[in-house]
Structures are given as structure tokens and as C-alpha cells.
């Protein structure tokens, strides 16, 4: 039933590793997004992909890559980690209303749904 | 300094009092939206308001929109406990899909 899930909840792990952050929602949305809120509650939109094209690359190290499979699944790839990289990262979706001619950023807007956060914690 | 940025940054209140918070925003938007994050939870939408709309209901919710001064207001009526939680605005600059979030109001409803 779940509508945006992620996993995993939580991520210990030490400087130097790489991990993937994993989301999937069962929506029927075309557009997904990666955002990191810091300690401070503060939330930044990291990157978004509208039917597996990246269309939202905000200044995030290159060692963040993110991968769309197909339109339901966005997940995050993290190299190299770093101490400031401990966050909660959290995935979203949203349908993208679109009018034909009018190029990507046109249409009317849409709620997002949000997951549940994957607590990062580099050690 | 943020596109959007919610005032109070914390508010405590008791049960059946009405809630009030404020976000501010810089450039012109295409529409406004106001979420809700319990602890430790995702973020939850509440309501979105276009441009070209001054107020919203839904609910005990009331949302109001001055494009020209660029704030909103969210107003929970008799609020209960179970509304405890932080309170976002997200702005979408002038269509965009960029989303700005703002810094949050924590919201305290005292039992």
C-alpha cells in the first residue's frame, strides 16, 4: 500500500564507503525527486527526473549520482563518503502537468509524495 | 538567505487554540504549497494555493496568499495534539518544479 518507499530507514556507515539509497513509488507518477534535509530540518532538493530524464541537477558533489531504472524508481548512488554528507535523504514523487508545445516547465502543478527518509549517518 | 522562510520558527499553543504561521518568499512563484513533517517522518501536503489565488480551505485549514507583499499564512483552527509537528511552505519559482522549501515553523499543541 505503501506510496513512496525507501529503503533502507537507516545507513551507518564509515568516511570513504560508497552506498545506494533505493526509492520506488506505486503511484503512477511521472516525475521523482531526491532531497537532503540537514540537522536543522532544512530541506534542499538535490535532484529530480521526469520519465528517467534528469531535469533537476542542484549543486550536489559529483560523488552523488543518481540512476532512474524506469519511472517508478529513483534511487542515489553516494561515493566516497563523507562525514558531511549525514542527513536524512528523502525521495518524492508528483505528477507533472504538461501542455503540448508549451516544453517541459508548463502545465499545472502538482502535490509530492514523500517517503519516509533514509537516515545517513557517516561515521 | 532562503526563498522561503516561516515565522514563528517555533510555536506552542494549547488544545482548541488556533495556530498561526507565516512564510515569507523572495521572487515570484507559480504556486505555493504547505506540508507537514511529524518527527521523524516524510513530509505530508496539506494544501497548495496558485498565484492567482488569495485563499484556500480545507478542512480546519485555512491558507491565504499576498503575492505582493510574497507571504502566506496557515491557519489551523482548534488545533489538537495530533497536529504537533513542523510545518513547511515550498514555493515553485515561477514554474519551475524547482521547489524551495522553507525553515519550518515547530508547531506544539499542548494536551
Known amino acids: 500500500d505503501t506510496a513512496v518507499s525507501q529503503t533502507p530507514k537507516y545507513l551507518v556507515t564509515q568516511m570513504g564507503n560508497d552506498k545506494s539509497i533505493k526509492c520506488e513509488q506505486n503511484l503512477g507518477h511521472d516525475t521523482m525527486y531526491w532531497y537532503k534535509q540537514d540537522s536543522k530540518k532544512f530541506l534542499k532538493i538535490m535532484f529530480s527526473?521526469?520519465?528517467?530524464?534528469?531535469?533537476i541537477n542542484e549543486t550536489v558533489p559529483n560523488r552523488f549520482s543518481p540512476k532512474s531504472p524506469d519511472k517508478a524508481h529513483l534511487n542515489l548512488h553516494i561515493n566516497s563518503l563523507e562525514l558531511g554528507d549525514s542527513a536524512v535523504y528523502f525521495c518524492?514523487?508528483?505528477?507533472?502537468?504538461?501542455?503540448?508545445?508549451?516544453?517541459?516547465?508548463?502545465?499545472?502543478?502538482?502535490?509530492?509524495?514523500f517517503g519516509p527518509g533514509t537516515r545517513l549517518t557517516v561515521t | 538567505s532562503q526563498q522561503g522562510e516561516e515565522d514563528p520558527q517555533a510555536l506552542s499553543i494549547q488544545e482548541g487554540e488556533n495556530a498561526t504561521m507565516n512564510c515569507s518568499y523572495k521572487?515570484?512563484?507559480?504556486?505555493l504549497q504547505w506540508y507537514r513533517q511529524n518527527s521523524g517522518r516524510g513530509l505530508v501536503h496539506l494544501i497548495l494555493?496558485?498565484?492567482?489565488?488569495r485563499e484556500k480551505h480545507s478542512g480546519r485549514l485555512r491558507v491565504t496568499l499576498d503575492t505582493s507583499k510574497k507571504s502566506s499564512s496557515l491557519l489551523i483552527t482548534a488545533s489538537r495534539a495530533a497536529d504537533t509537528a513542523s510545518y513547511f511552505c515550498a514555493t515553485d519559482p515561477s514554474g519551475t518544479y524547482k521547489y524551495i522549501f522553507g525553515t519550518g515553523t515547530r508547531l506544539k499543541v499542548l494536551a
Open positions: 494555493i496558485r498565484s492567482n489565488e
Open positions: 527526473y521526469n520519465n528517467k530524464e534528469l531535469i
Open positions: 521572487t515570484s512563484i507559480n504556486n
Open positions: 518524492a514523487s508528483s505528477r507533472r502537468g504538461s501542455s503540448r508545445g508549451q516544453g517541459l516547465y508548463s502545465g499545472r502543478p502538482y502535490e509530492q509524495y
